[in-house]
């Protein structure tokens, strides 16, 4: 579907960024004036170049969006089936859009901090209002009257990132905030607007002048929106609340469920995708020209034949997991670019088990060989590589980063950017 003429109005006047423009394409309902996807749309959203065709979002009323969310399984009938079982019935926010894709591209060990994150009261578990704390940092896009905010790419230092957190939770903490209930109510509220957090003193005044005038609003504008992740994560009384190990095990059933459907589109209905399709597979979200998209399939098809083994399921999985510990094995290879060491077969099997702990089936590491070995010898070309396997990790939304200004209101920016990815 093309966007309506209010959207093209709105990207005319306001840079989007591509995961708005994605979440604007492939949502295909609305209620009470916000967009929102449904399960399939976000499916579609991660595994479709394209949106179905439609003419018009389908505009809910309150009958509908209740019917929808009771269909909403619970958290202990939670599967790998989740969005494809529910298929159209549900609503799922701009936010938590952002959510989960961010989850789609996180390590064990980065999830292991997201969650930390979440948990607010550090009592090892996760309630509805410490989520909607840092789903309130995202903006929720709204079909009228919205503000968009473009993307700064950026680079933070992990230990001035980790600094900065700790002081944004300290305020943000009720036991801090000498108006700490209208406080909490602002903040949780779903359709919030951009916050902008100000340096040293003024901050707090500028927060509480916020959150008086935010009071002010009609109840309704305040009460937070039950979607179908919120009733599956926390109960139709949102009173529920998740242990690590659920958490995770949400973590892990979202990403086996999108690796599956994937899989299952590239392999045609056949137990293995062929060295060419997952040629196909890899570069899908590459920013490339398309000369060197063609020149990779043909260097692919060069050295394959039609009898050669595939990537199964199990293979499939493992790649995955490779690209959600990306960052760890491009440490670990920098040691052999920086001492101009090209990286052979066992070299790189032996780098990602050393950096990730998973171990890659050596046949899934020659059809890579096949796709980024450019001349033939052997020797993966590394900078190629790094940066088509991020695109394929982020599925095309990573900014470049690169800090283009500096001083306190780009670095804070970057904060708030960074806690938005967890």
Not at 89 to 113: C, H, M, P, R
Not at 147 to 169: G, W
Not at 192 to 217: G, H, I, M, N
Not at 287 to 315: A, C, F, K, W
């Amino acid at each position: 579907m093309s966007l309506s003429a209010e959207e093209l109005q709105v990207r005319a006047s306001h840079k989007l960024t591509k995961r708005e423009i994605r979440f604007l394409q492939f949502a295909s309902v609305e209620f009470n004036d916000v967009i929102f996807m449904t399960p399939m749309d976000f499916v579609d959203s991660l595994t479709l170049d394209a949106p179905r065709e439609r003419v018009y979002r389908r505009v809910l009323k309150k009958g509908n969006v209740d019917a929808m969310l009771k269909r909403t399984p619970s958290f202990k009938k939670s599967g790998k089936n989740f969005f494809r079982e529910l298929d159209q019935n549900g609503i799922i926010s701009y936010s938590e859009y952002l959510f989960l894709i961010t989850l789609l591209t996180k390590s064990q060990a980065a999830f292991k901090v997201a969650f930390s994150l979440f948990d607010n009261d550090g009592n090892q578990r996760i309630d509805k209002e410490e989520f909607l704390l840092i789903r309130s940092l995202v903006n929720t896009l709204r079909s009228s009257r919205r503000k968009v905010v473009e993307d700064d790419p950026c680079q933070l230092n992990p230990a001035d990132f980790d600094d900065l957190v700790f002081r944004l939770r300290d305020r943000l903490n009720p036991e801090s905030n000498p108006i700490p209930h209208l406080f909490e109510r602002v903040i949780n509220k779903q359709f919030t607007r951009t916050r902008r957090f100000q340096p040293e003193a003024d901050e707090r005044q500028q927060l509480q002048a916020k959150a008086v005038e935010e009071q002010q609003l009609p109840e309704n504008e305040i009460d937070v929106q039950d979607t179908t992740i919120l009733i599956h994560l926390f109960g139709p009384k949102g009173n529920n609340s998740l242990g690590f190990d659920q958490f995770q095990l949400f973590y892990n059933n979202l990403q086996r469920e999108l690796m599956e459907i994937e899989f299952h589109e590239f392999s045609r209905g056949k137990s293995e995708i062929s060295p060419m399709n997952f040629a196909r597979l890899v570069l899908r979200y590459s920013i490339i020209h398309q000369d060197d998209y063609t020149t990779y399939i043909n260097r692919v098809q060069e050295r394959s034949s039609p009898t050669d083994n595939g990537i199964n399921l199990e293979q499939f999985e493992e790649f995955s997991l490779f690209l959600n510990n990306l960052a760890e094995f491009t440490v670990a290879v920098r040691l052999y670019t920086a001492a101009d060491m090209p990286v052979s077969h066992s070299e790189f099997i032996r780098a990602v088990k050393c950096s990730t702990g998973h171990e890659l089936d050596p046949h899934l590491v020659d059809i890579l060989y096949r796709i980024f070995d450019a001349n033939g010898d052997g020797r993966l070309s590394y900078s190629e590589f790094i940066a088509v396997m991020n695109d394929r990790l982020h599925r095309g939304f990573k900014s470049n980063s690169k800090m283009t200004s500096f001083g306190w209101k780009p670095f804070r920016d970057c904060v708030i950017s960074e806690l938005a990815r967890f």
